[in-house]
Every structure is written in structure tokens, then in C-alpha cells.
């Protein structure tokens, strides 16, 4: 099946600093990126959608200038967590998806990110 | 959006089936039934989808009601790694924004 790679897989920062994250699919063209972020017992909760070289669709109460999305070319998205602060401290998660018909999503692994 | 309603957990003994329900009393007529997986500490990953027929694949199979109100996904013999969250998800026809709910805990017994 398609894979979903993400880096790193776990990070911690300072509070105030930015952080990267990078998603890619490795074997297929990826016409749209989903980022999507989940608190320990939860779910996912969807925080924004990428299309290859058009800006970010941000779910309702996600803030476009602190999550800082990036969908550059059809196999790399990436999402900027801008002057982090402890309550960002989550599991980031990505997901590709062709975007075609009934599609599946393929996710990638997640990235822990822990905000001291 | 239509919305599914799935039991907050289930358990099941290793190697035996396993029926995991969903139900969709307000399915739209072009609405998909997903249904994915998260293993702990992991992305979900894709189990199976239908529309009305049952499906099988070599992960599970997806029994889908006459009225489409509700579907069941089954494990046919269930290992300890498929202990996750299984989460029933309606998609429309080229609409990938998809939503999760609370999904389904399954613990499996030795």
C-alpha cells in the first residue's frame, strides 16, 4: 500500500520556539494533505486541509498564523507550529489522499511534540 | 453531515470473530462507509469501505445493512494486534474531509 512518512516522529522544544514538521508521501502523488492533531485519549480532530499549491483550508478554531501550512509539491506538505507553547503539546498527525472518488486517506505515523 | 454512533469499547477473545457495530440513521444516498483502525502511538490506517454490497478484503469484512442505516465490521479471527481503536466514518464520493468520532476500543484477550 501507499506510505506516509513524517519527521521528525518526536520533538521536544522551548516555549516560544517554531517548530517544523514534515509530511510526504512517498509513492504516489498526493493532490491533497490533511493535518490533523490528537490530545492523549482522544480523537483526531481535523485541523486543516492542503491542496498541491493553493493556501490551507483551516478547520474553525485553528489560528492560520500559529499552524503554518505548506503543501509545496504532490508529495510534501509541512506544518510550522509558530512560538509553541506547552498547550501544543500533542500528537500531530498527516494523512495524503489522491483525491480521486472513494479514495482512501493513507496517514502517516504522527509526531509527538512535547512544548516544555 | 451525517454522523455515525459506535460503542466506546468492545472485547473479544484472541481467535475468535469479531463484530464491531455503526450506525448511520442518517446516511445520505452518496455517502461512503470507512472504517479505519489506530494501533497505539500510530496513524489509523485504512480497513475496508462500502457502499451497499458487503465487502471483504484480506483485513476484515464489512456487512452493510438492506437500509444502509447501519454496517458491521468483522474480524474474522481476531490476533492480539488487532487490538486499536476502530473508527466508522461516512465520506462522500470524491470528498476526502474526513471526521472522526470517538470510535470503538477493542481489547483482545490471550
Known amino acids: 500500500g501507499a506510505v506516509v512518512s513524517q519527521h521528525p516522529s518526536r520533538v521536544i522544544c522551548k516555549s516560544g520556539t517554531s517548530v517544523k514538521i514534515e509530511c510526504r508521501s512517498l509513492?504516489?502523488?498526493?493532490?491533497?494533505m490533511f493535518w490533523y492533531r490528537q490530545f492523549p485519549k482522544q480523537s483526531l480532530m481535523l485541523m486543516a486541509t492542503s491542496n498541491e499549491g493553493s493556501k490551507a483550508t483551516y478547520e474553525q478554531g485553528v489560528e492560520k498564523d500559529k499552524f503554518l501550512i505548506n503543501h509545496a509539491s504532490l508529495t510534501l506538505s509541512t506544518l510550522t507550529v509558530t512560538s509553541a507553547h506547552p498547550e501544543d503539546s500533542s500528537f500531530y498527525i498527516c494523512?495524503?489522499?489522491?483525491?480521486?472518488?472513494?479514495?482512501?486517506?493513507?496517514f502517516g505515523p504522527g509526531t509527538r511534540l512535547t512544548v516544555l | 453531515d451525517a454522523k455515525t454512533t459506535q460503542p466506546n469499547s468492545m472485547e473479544s477473545n484472541e481467535e475468535e470473530p469479531v463484530h464491531l457495530p455503526c450506525n448511520h440513521s442518517?446516511?445520505?444516498?452518496?455517502?461512503?462507509i470507512h472504517w479505519y483502525r489506530q494501533l497505539p502511538s500510530q496513524g489509523p490506517e485504512y480497513v475496508i469501505h462500502?457502499?451497499?454490497s458487503n465487502v471483504n478484503n484480506r483485513m476484515a469484512s464489512l456487512a452493510i445493512a438492506e437500509d444502509r442505516k447501519s454496517s458491521t465490521l468483522i474480524l474474522h479471527r481476531a490476533t492480539l494486534r488487532d487490538a486499536a481503536v476502530y473508527y466508522c466514518i461516512l465520506l462522500k464520493y470524491n470528498n476526502n474531509d474526513m471526521r472522526f468520532g470517538a470510535g470503538t476500543r477493542l481489547t483482545v484477550k490471550p
Open positions: 462500502g457502499l451497499t
Open positions: 442518517t446516511i445520505s444516498g452518496t455517502d461512503y
Open positions: 494523512s495524503a489522499a489522491t483525491g480521486r472518488g472513494t479514495d482512501t486517506q493513507y
Open positions: 509513492d504516489f502523488q498526493a493532490t491533497t
